[in-house]
């Protein structure tokens, strides 16, 4: 899992994307096999698909990872989200929807290197992404399959698992026993 910290976001940026242009008419689709790992750059013009894979971290921003369509992972920053009026009712909503197998539409993503020296996509508001949640209670957490009356587990009620070695892999690798206890929390808020 990508260490997340926030250090790592910087406000100002020394490049602009060009504002989104949804519906979709004239974009690129790329992948992070397409973007240079050694270069702060815009891909304006170009749009980057994927699947959130990690739960989001709220800071001054959003943070959380996802996969591109060639199974690369990346860290994902929405900057300037939440509005700090909205905080509040944005924790809520981060957990909502930032969460495993929530799929990604990225226009005009920023491949940047963090403080921290890792690679992050970054966007300067939510307005530069488009979300589609129709999948979350359908496929695993840990590897996607896909199902549609998946186990979820017992505790927070919010992870989903399509076999035991996958809830296991979630609790010892992807540190669910860590999380656990928030997530219930919140899952009895939603």
């Given amino acids: 899992m990508l260490r997340k910290s926030s250090s790592e976001t910087v406000q100002n940026v020394p490049h602009k994307p060009a504002p989104p ?14 973007m240079d790992p050694t270069k702060d750059k815009v891909y304006n ?23 591109d369509e060639n199974g690369q992972i990346h860290r994902f920053v ?6 700090p009026s909205l905080r509040d009712f944005a924790i809520l ?10 799929k990604t539409s990225i226009i005009n993503p920023y491949h940047r ?26 496929q695993c957490h840990v590897c996607g399959k896909e199902g549609k009356a998946l186990p979820s587990c017992s505790q927070c009620k919010m992870a989903l698992y ?19 206890k928030y997530l219930k929390m919140f899952s009895q808020l939603i």
């Avoid at 800071?59 to 996969?67: H, K, L, P, Q, R």
Wanted: hydrophobic share 35%; with cysteine.
């Fill in 45 to 67: 013009g170009c749009l980057l698909n994927g699947r959130i894979i990690d739960w989001a971290f709220l800071m001054s921003s959003i943070a959380t990872n996802i996969e």
């Fill in 113 to 138: 290197k963090a403080r921290d020296g890792y690679n992050t996509i970054r966007v300067e508001g939510p307005e530069y992404v488009k979300l589609d949640t129709s999948m979350i209670d359908e």
């Fill in 162 to 180: 399509c076999s035991k070695e996958c809830q296991t892999f979630d609790w010892t690798e992807f540190n669910h026993k860590g999380i656990c």
């Fill in 78 to 83: 929405i900057n300037k989200w939440p509005l």
């Fill in 93 to 102: 909503e981060a957990v909502k929807v930032f969460r495993p197998n929530v």
């Fill in 21 to 34: 242009n949804w519906p979709l008419t004239k974009t690129k689709k790329i992948t992070g096999r397409d």
